[in-house]
């Protein structure tokens, strides 16, 4: 068919086109029963984030992850703004009502023709198919009911006021609606500063936000603004000066290596982890329509924006140490094993003909380069091939930051915190991880299993304070021993370098984390107690959850399970609690957009634990308070000791300028292989975990890097932050039950006048208390003179443990994580015991 008669044929079909639609129209119109009634069609109801605010009222975040809008009104918005849309989109907009037939027959002539020759849609038809009409639809009905509803619009509305719905609510980025918050996503700014570039560069989102976008595709977006620019140039809305200058400042200024990501990464989030959280918790408690992403709730949280603060200050900087010591180490440890033992590999495999395992220089150098490329050639060629468009090294360049996120995530320090009050279980600060975004959404806070280490012995330690066999002052010997699991295999459990203290007391022993007399007293009291107070403690009631969190094997007192750290911050909390249960909870209330509160989550938890009676009381008050006085002394004299800055981190002033110090308690915990470090402490106020270790298990933080050294000093810097300011509170004493005695720190009796190796006073349960005076220094005692009775027999300590003491290895040989001798099974830190779960040849 030629030319000539094309147009006149597309012409002809256009018009019939049009006048279909306009006998739909009138159609639609001639039904109308009242013509007054067409005014009641759904109002326009933008949706609202739901903002989330802290205990003191502050806002936190917002959610809006489909819908991140922020309302303004006409009058804000600047004139090149609207300038810069009425050009682009709909330069008859103040003229027509509601439709445009010259729009319509340019879009049927383009659409039949392929051309791209612009939507025939004006402003009004843009709103009224977004509101009412599915857009996605591509049908001849669609457009026309569309139009019908762009009619009623323009009788019901006034120009300004559709323009003003027009730019509050169409689509224009990722997540984004509305020219405000896309200002902000795009720029960092409201539109109150926006410029003529970011004008032009917005308002062609509206048309095609996807293809537009100018982090994804700059080319093609600068290239669409530029357009604009001169479009408005020509209308003379700009002079050719001005839209020149701001087209360059634009792109001279421009982020090439920012990505495009959906606002609710993107959103201004003062506590993304505890944010991330409360958003599942509310995935659980609304039901029906309810959408916190649309209908504009406010959630009232128990978090404090200080407490959070100073929490992700703390673990920032303990993040950083531990990496940049754990690099330091590891790649010390691996320049020796590469120097010392791969010689060694090649001579057997030459010697032996084992081709296999042989370590080759040309692998060496593979490894070494394939290092360098992820980390400094690939960011280079990604930011490349994003300027120039190159989708092929585009594909390339992500393929190795999928390779470079796997190294790091087995060789990245990663750490957690959660703090809640005691009384009350609010939750004031979590921290999550490392950084919260799109590709680190694990909260390691409440979502990690863990093991938990030494930290976990307290738990067990407190079902032996109620069996009245086990009290502060008890004996204990800290010899080697064999144990013997139910199944019978043996289990042998060394202290820090193989070395035993011989008698200790308990307090002693739970205070310095050793070993041996910690399984002692778990021998004593039997799994059964163990389990069950431990798993009251934390919360843990579905038979099934405890079955495969505690296993029936001596190492399970030593931390080899695993739990969460809220879980631990639970259980401690308890003790600080008076023994009552502590229920963690982030959300108090929610209000619906008019302030009616609809969800009041606090009461609904108080309300049920009123109806657990005297379940409440997991622990007595009584064994509360002599665990609490028990872990005090891990902070005055133990593995917290260094940690609390000798005690000084909680010295503070009342309001008259007197000096006192708070009480504190908790206890520190190191893993196997040194691959996890705790500490879970508490004041009378609040109780805090915090753990730092590796997402994929394998490597060791390294000898340096332990509960007490590492986690330790983040603990008490975060907990001195969060006192400031209160006034001195001790824990709650029970009026009756519990009673002080100092006793002889050898034996644990009552001293006498030739106790010459020092008193301390210790609490106990009434009943409890020792009865016999000291007969240690006295030279009566079994125990004196170098000789112990234990279950083993009659022993020299001294000749014992000088036989059985460990052989002297370097640091960086016992701390290796790979290499000929695997990873080493040690666990603990210089001031804890050394924790063994496995049976290990190399350290008999």
């Excluded at 431990?534 to 399970?561: C, E, K, N």
């Excluded at 001294?798 to 666990?827: R, W």
Aim: aromatic fraction near 10%.
């Amino acid at each position: 068919m030629s030319s000539k008669f094309v147009v006149p044929f597309f012409a002809v079909l256009t018009v019939i086109v049009v006048g279909a639609a306009a006998g739909g129209v009138g159609l639609a119109l001639a039904e109308t029963v009242n013509m007054k009634n067409q005014e009641n069609f759904q109002e326009f109801a933008p949706a609202l984030p739901t903002k989330l605010v802290d205990i003191n009222g502050i806002l936190i975040t917002e959610f809006s992850a489909d819908e991140k809008r922020e309302l303004v009104s006409l009058a804000a918005i600047p004139q090149r703004l609207i300038n810069a849309t009425l050009v682009r989109e709909d330069p008859e907009f103040y003229k027509h009502h509601g439709f445009s037939i010259r729009g319509i027959i340019r879009a049927f002539y383009g659409q039949f023709t392929g051309q791209s020759l612009g939507g025939g849609s004006t402003i009004t038809q843009q709103v009224a198919g977004t509101l009412y009409t599915d857009r996605a639809e591509r049908t001849f009905s669609r457009k026309v009911r569309e139009l019908w509803f762009a009619i009623q619009m323009e009788r019901r509305y006034t120009k300004d006021e559709i323009l003003e719905i027009y730019l509050n609510y169409m689509y224009m980025g990722p997540g984004v609606y509305g020219v405000q918050a896309a200002s902000k996503y795009f720029f960092n700014h409201g539109i109150e500063n926006i410029t003529l570039a970011e004008a032009a560069l917005l308002v062609i989102q509206l048309s095609s936000p996807a293809k537009y976008n100018p982090l994804d595709n700059p080319n093609v977006a600068r290239e669409r603004q530029r357009s604009v620019l001169d479009k408005m140039v020509e209308l003379g809305y700009a002079t050719k000066e001005e839209a020149d200058a701001s087209f360059n400042e634009y792109w001279d200024n421009y982020d090439y290596t920012r990505a495009s990501i959906s606002a609710y990464y993107n959103r201004d989030d003062k506590a993304p982890w505890f944010s991330e959280y409360v958003r599942r918790e509310l995935d659980n408690m609304m039901y029906g329509s309810m959408d916190y992403y649309r209908d504009g709730y406010t959630v009232r949280t128990t978090l404090n924006l200080e407490h959070q603060a100073a929490a992700e200050k703390y673990m920032s900087a303990g993040l950083a140490k531990a990496n940049r010591e754990y690099g330091a180490s590891r790649g010390n440890r691996l320049v020796r094993a590469e120097n010392t033992y791969i010689p060694i590999i090649n001579l057997l495999s030459l010697s032996f003909n084992m081709t296999g395992v042989r370590g080759t220089a040309a692998a060496r150098n593979q490894a070494r380069t394939m290092s360098r490329y992820t980390k400094v050639v690939n960011p280079v060629i990604d930011m490349a091939a994003l300027m120039f468009g190159m989708e092929n090294l585009k594909t390339l360049t992500n393929k190795g930051f999928a390779d470079l996120k796997e190294t790091i995530d087995q060789n990245v320090v990663e750490g957690a915190l959660v703090a809640i009050e005691n009384e009350t279980g609010y939750i004031t600060a979590i921290v999550g991880g490392s950084k919260y975004d799109a590709t680190n959404q694990l909260i390691r806070a409440v979502q990690g299993r863990i093991m938990p280490g030494s930290s976990f012995k307290p738990l067990y330690y407190s079902a032996a304070i109620d069996t009245r066999k086990f009290t502060p002052s008890t004996l204990i010997y800290d010899i080697p021993i064999v144990f013997y699991n139910e199944d019978g295999t043996p289990y042998i459990p060394l202290n820090f370098q193989g070395e035993w203290k011989g008698t200790v007391l308990l307090y002693s022993a739970l205070a310095h984390s050793m070993n041996v007399p910690s399984l002692k007293v778990l021998d004593g009291i039997g799994f059964d107690a163990a389990i069950n107070r431990a798993s009251a403690l934390m919360g843990i009631t579905d038979p099934d959850v405890i079955r495969r969190t505690f296993p029936r094997v001596y190492p399970m007192g030593l931390g080899i399970i695993s739990v969460a750290p809220i879980q631990m911050a639970r259980a401690f909390a308890t003790f600080a609690n008076q023994g009552r249960e502590v229920q963690p909870i982030a959300i108090r209330a929610i209000e619906d957009r008019n302030g009616r509160i609809i969800i009041d989550n606090e009461r609904n938890v108080r309300l049920e634990q009123q109806e657990e009676g005297k379940n409440i009381q997991v622990i007595t008050p009584q064994n509360a308070y002599v665990m609490t006085q028990l872990l005090k002394k891990t902070v005055e004299v133990g593995t917290l000791y260094s940690g609390s800055g000798y005690g000084s981190k909680f010295v503070f002033k009342d309001e008259k300028g007197e000096t006192f110090r708070m009480p504190a308690a908790g206890k520190t915990g190191t893993t196997q292989n040194w691959s996890d470090a705790w500490t879970v402490g508490f004041t009378p106020y609040y109780t805090t975990a915090i753990w730092f270790g590796f997402d994929k298990p394998g490597n060791s933080l390294g000898l340096n890097l332990t509960g007490a050294t590492l986690a330790g000093p983040v603990w008490g810097d975060f907990m001195r932050d969060i006192h400031q300011g209160l006034p001195y509170k001790n824990f709650t004493r029970p009026a009756s039950g519990v009673v002080d005695v100092t006793v002889c720190a050898r034996s644990g009796l009552i001293p006498t006048k030739t106790c010459d190796e020092g008193r301390v006073t210790l609490t106990f349960l009434s009943g409890t208390q020792p009865s016999q005076y000291c007969d240690v220094h006295t030279g009566n005692s079994s125990i004196a003179g170098g000789f112990q009775t234990s279950i083993l027999g009659l022993v020299n300590l001294e000749e014992l443990t000088s036989a059985l003491k460990m052989p002297s290895l370097p640091d960086d040989i016992l701390n290796m994580s790979e290499g000929l001798l695997g990873p080493s099974k040690m666990e603990g830190n210089p001031d804890e015991g050394l924790e063994m779960p496995d049976y290990n040849p190399l350290l008999e």
